[in-house]
């Protein structure tokens, strides 16, 4: 059914959850998995350049994506799933588009990304790279939402 699934990961525990559910599709379709993660270089490009190196601090920043993604992967193969890697570069946020693209220009059949549910404020102002996803492509997105872990379940 699903022969190429795309799966964009960070550190999170909704990446941990997604991770998992895309590791059961691909063993049941046989499928190929590519695992991208998204730095944006822009981040640091439009501060006080005078008094930060660019350039080293972006380079900081792909070996830590970098990192991510090997991590991300030797957690597949512990599952019994190989993947291949790519690190993607956005320019000024939008992380979502740069996923698309790349989902698109790979020919991937299914998206698997973790979503961490956020709503009303957060939202607002963190947005969501998932959301924007959804919004942009044409391909099939499966949504993993991590358990909560907070504070007021603890209590109980």
Not at 53 to 77: F, S
């Amino acid at each position: 059914m699903y022969q190429k699934i795309l799966v964009p990961v960070d550190d999170s525990d909704t990446c941990a959850a997604a991770l998992k559910e895309a590791s059961r599709f691909a063993k049941d379709q046989r499928a190929s998995v590519r695992l991208v993660h998204v730095i944006d270089l822009a981040q640091f490009a439009w501060s006080a350049n005078e008094f930060l190196d660019v350039p080293q601090l972006q380079e900081a920043l792909r070996r830590a994506g970098q990192r991510t993604l090997d991590t991300q992967r030797d957690r597949l193969k512990e599952e019994g799933v190989e993947a291949e890697t790519e690190l993607l570069e956005a320019w000024g946020g939008n992380l979502a588009k740069t996923i698309v693209e790349d989902a698109a220009k790979w020919g991937a059949e299914l998206i698997v990304m973790g979503t961490h549910g956020y709503g009303g404020l957060t939202h607002l102002l963190l947005g969501s790279v998932a959301e924007g996803v959804m919004h942009q492509t044409p391909i099939p997105v499966l949504l993993i939402r991590a358990k909560a872990n907070d504070k007021k379940s603890n209590d109980k």
